[in-house]
């Protein structure tokens, strides 16, 4: 009585393992290792702020700004160097918007945690060097990221300024561009996390 | 052969009883620990003295490297080269180290003299009198590094320059491993059957749920600045009500355990406070806590929430430390430990007023003023502690994130690693044979202050020569965690060349 029985258990879960196999999908890209890079991880909508004072106050910047927030984000829409080549290391920006700049940061890093289950830590230089292959499994982040370092190994913005990297913990990760005045910390920063 | 007697585990069987070994492991794996933790205790009995420790989390990453600076002529020419301008406080405004007679500076074994920022007159009159010592360079290590191997990526604690990681790291000193408990949890759990009807927890909190004082036996008690965090609007006899419906038998466990935890709370309130109110009325010091601290040098002026936290700090040490019962009706109690946090150092930008205009001031500004509070708090503190005469049964210390860049971000500071703290308490100089702290010393090893120098990790952070296991082990031994024990207090203790670092009188 009991084989029967025992047999259709056995059955039902080889059913059960073969639709899971079938129907899964993957809730995260998986790098290519082989390759060494990594899919694009777009998901997570940005939050993108710009500073409007110094100190560590942000201001969230919408399609309407509240009273005080000055910042037009379209002036952060469209490149400010748009013949320049993206992979290069250079002091001149990406040829993408600055906010586009800023979004594939983002996205990196959190392919990077997406991968690692944590973010990358230390400096600009020591970021960039984790994101391009500096991490346990050799996998390089930056490849066709249309990203671009400075001279210092640095990641730099979409005003060719090197990034700031504000780590408040494991999971999150503040990023700073300085703006069109190239200065941190003043009211036309971009910052997302 | 009969079936029945071959001994056939069902699949059925083997889960319930896979189960029920895994929870008995589980439980006794926590019973092992326990039973560790009271065994230990038995041996803490014979304490008969009152002690408490005072942790002063500084909240963001202080930038000691402004908080003490060299004033050996090279050593400051090179501190001021790089921090200059937004960040270098000007050598003739330092606040000189000095030894106990007031007028000869101070000098560490190693030909280091110091000075403490101008926003701190209270510190520099501390360490002259011997109850301020100062600790070099601490921070997260899991075991010694150099330079050379931080650099190629060994032995690094996880995630530095992470505020949430290292303020985690710091209050349980075990970074290597998952935060299960605090250090400050792990003394209580060892120290506690010394407060046997206390009434209270031996942990108290002054800054709400904190990772310091988790621990597996004693649980955290908060408090504000005013006393016992009360229910709003509940009182007389609707407080009587409460309590009445509180005490009925409910016949759903978490229902009951809930009204029981609420009464607890309550009663211990009740308790808590009736005791500050009828110990400690606001005339009680001889010293005030400032509500408002100015900052020297035309600085600024603000309310202080550190003074208020130690403030009551004092009270609940005056209260703890008074016999039980009438007519006192203190808690009698053997240990107490608080933690205490005030926020604002992750100073990115606006550390210091500094502008082209007016380069002088770079000695006032936010960190100043962060100083000056911590400077001002502490100097009254102490002097409460001396009004009660309890001056060498209590000891507070600092802990921070980290410290901060030696080179500015032209604004401000990023984050850094080893810092430099300082640790109050004790007769000073007016006692010596009796002092706890023993200040008037620097302890560990000041960093050379180059950036790409040995103790860099390449950005002027600076790589800690001193772990913070050693730094809060030396406190825990005076505060009665013995050597057998000092292990399961801090578990990476023996990695380190000594357990303690000498500025403890034990």
């Known amino acids: ?193 | 052969m009969n079936d029945k007697n071959v001994s056939v585990i069902t699949r059925r069987d083997f889960l319930r009883r896979a189960a029920c070994a895994a929870v008995g492991t589980a439980a006794m794996t926590s019973a092992i620990r326990d039973l560790r933790f009271m065994n230990a205790a038995v041996a803490q009995s014979n304490i008969t003295d009152y002690k408490a420790l005072v942790c002063i989390f500084l909240a963001g990453g202080n930038d000691s490297n402004n908080m003490i600076m060299p004033t050996v002529t090279s050593e400051y020419n090179n501190y001021s080269a790089i921090r200059t301008p937004v960040l270098a406080i000007p050598q003739n405004t330092l606040l000189p180290l000095k030894q106990s007679n007031g007028t000869t500076d101070y000098m560490d074994p190693d030909g280091h003299s110091y000075g403490f920022h101008p926003a701190c007159p209270e510190l520099q009159q501390l360490f002259k009198d011997g109850k301020l010592a100062v600790l070099m360079n601490a921070g997260t290590l899991v075991m010694p590094i150099t330079r050379a191997q931080y650099q190629s990526g060994g032995g690094r604690p996880p995630q530095l320059f992470s505020h949430a990681d290292q303020v985690t790291q710091w209050q349980t000193s075990v970074p290597d491993a998952p935060a299960l408990t605090g250090w400050g949890g792990r003394c209580a759990d060892l120290l506690n059957s010394v407060n046997p009807s206390a009434g209270i927890s031996l942990s108290v909190s002054l800054a709400g749920a904190n990772t310091f004082e988790v621990g597996n036996i004693v649980s955290q008690y908060a408090v504000s600045t005013s006393g016992a965090i009360s229910l709003n609007g509940v009182s007389g006899a609707r407080l009587a009500a409460l309590t009445n419906i509180l005490g009925l038998p409910n016949s759903n466990m978490q229902a009951q355990a809930y009204a029981s935890v609420a009464q607890h709370s309550i009663n211990t309130g009740a308790l808590l406070n009736n005791a500050i109110t009828n110990s400690a009325p606001t005339n009680f010091w001889n010293v005030a806590f400032p509500t408002r601290i100015t900052t020297p040098n035309n600085g600024g002026s603000f309310n202080s929430s550190l003074s208020s936290q130690l403030k009551m700090v004092a009270r609940l040490i005056e209260a703890g430390s008074r016999a039980a019962g009438s007519p006192t009706n203190g808690f009698g109690m053997k240990r107490q430990i608080f933690f205490c946090q005030v926020g604002g150092y992750d100073l990115h930008s606006g550390q210091t007023n500094y502008n082209t205009n007016t380069p002088s001031d770079v000695i006032i500004g936010a960190h100043a003023n962060l100083l000056a509070e911590l400077s001002q708090s502490l100097m009254v503190f102490q002097q409460a502690m001396e009004q009660l005469g309890l001056q060498d049964s209590v000891t507070a210390f600092t802990a921070s994130d980290f410290g901060r860049t030696f080179p500015s971000n032209g604004q401000g500071s990023d984050h850094g690693w080893g810092s430099h703290h300082l640790i109050l308490g004790g007769s000073g100089n007016s006692n010596p044979a009796a002092r706890s702290v023993l200040g008037g010393q620097t302890y560990g090893k000041f960093p050379t202050l180059t950036v790409n120098g040995p103790d860099d990790t390449s950005t002027g952070r600076w790589i800690p020569t001193t772990a913070i296991d050693q730094y809060f082990a030396t406190i825990a031994t005076w505060f009665g965690v013995d050597n057998s024990n000092l292990g399961t207090v801090f578990p990476n203790i023996g990695r380190f060349a000594t357990p303690s670092l000498g500025f403890m009188k034990t």
Do not use: C
């Open chain 1, 1 to 193: 009585m009991k084989k029967p029985l025992a047999i259709l258990v056995l059955l039902a879960i080889i059913a059960g393992l073969f639709f899971l196999l079938r129907t899964k999908n993957p809730p995260t890209p998986q790098p290519d290792v082989q390759n060494g890079s990594m899919p694009e991880f777009g998901s997570n909508r940005p939050v993108v702020q710009s500073r409007t004072q110094s100190g560590s106050s942000t201001l969230a910047v919408t399609a309407a700004p509240a009273n005080g927030a000055q910042t037009n984000l379209a002036s952060h829409a469209a490149s400010p160097n748009p013949t320049s080549e993206p992979g290069a290391s250079t002091n001149e920006p990406p040829a993408l918007p600055p906010l586009t700049v800023l979004d594939k940061t983002r996205v990196l890093i959190h392919n990077y945690h997406a991968a690692f289950g944590e973010n990358p830590v230390g400096t600009n230089p020591e970021i960039a060097a984790a994101l391009q292959g500096k991490n346990p499994r050799q996998i390089n982040f930056l490849a066709d990221s249309s990203l671009q370092l400075n001279g210092k190994g640095e990641i730099i913005d979409g005003y060719g300024t090197p990034f700031f990297f504000h780590q408040i913990s494991a999971h999150e990760m503040e990023i700073h561009s300085a703006g069109p005045d190239k200065v941190l910390w003043t009211p036309d920063d971009l910052v997302t996390k």
